[in-house]
Each structure stands twice: as C-alpha cells, then as structure tokens.
C-alpha cells in the first residue's frame, strides 16, 4: 500500500482563496482523492472566508472529499476584539476545525511529513 501524499496549504489572505481551492482540485485529479491527505490552515484576514464567502461551495465538496479545514484562534479573537468582523466558533461551518494557534498547526503539520504549500 503507497503511503497518501500530504499537503499542507496555508491561506492567510482571503485573495489567495481561489488559488488554494485551484491547486487542491487539481491534485486531487491527478494523484486521486485516496492517495491525498490535505490540510488547509488559515490564519490572518483568510479565516473571514469560513463566514462568508463565494468558494464556500468549493470549500464544502472539498471537505466532503476528505480535505480538513482549519482556522486560527487567536485570529478570531483578533478580529473581534478589533472591532473587525467577529466571527465565533459556532458560526463556522461544520467542517472547520478551530485551532488555538495556525502557526502551531502549520509547524506541527510540518513535522508530521506535510509538505507546505503557500498559493
């Protein structure tokens, strides 16, 4: 048995969306959605994407094809405490997954074998 490619995307500006969504429907298509184990963290400005957003169709099919969607913490409480749009953690669709910190995540991702991806 082949072991799954891991990838490892991280989306910190909501421009980048498009991109990332892109890139994982193409790998998906060539190495086949038993062969991928993806994990997407966003952090920053991105994470407002779990709210509200035009890719949360993409978003949805891609989770149910097994992608893992993740946002930071800290960002949420950053963004509301700023004043910005405060998004809670019950807000967030199902499918996303809250971790205390993205850069925790993303580092441990990447000793786990992820290969790091930035779109």
Not at 21 to 27: A, C, D, P, R, V
Not at 33 to 56: C, K, L, T
Not at 70 to 99: H, M, Q, S, W, Y
Request: aromatic share 6%.
């Amino acid at each position: 048995m082949t072991e799954k490619m891991r990838v490892l995307l991280h989306v910190s500006d909501n421009q980048r969306w498009s991109m990332a969504l892109g890139n994982i429907t193409n790998f998906l298509k060539d190495v086949g959605q038993d062969n991928a184990d993806i994990v997407i963290v966003a952090n920053g400005p991105a994470v407002s994407s779990y709210a509200s957003s035009d890719h949360m169709e993409t978003m949805e099919l891609l989770a149910d094809r097994g992608v893992r969607f993740k946002a930071c913490r800290n960002t949420l409480k950053k963004l509301c405490a700023e004043g910005a749009v405060c998004i809670t953690e019950d807000a967030l669709p199902a499918f996303v997954e809250v971790v205390p910190a993205g850069i925790s995540e993303i580092v441990r991702k990447q000793r786990e074998g992820y290969v790091y991806v930035k779109p």
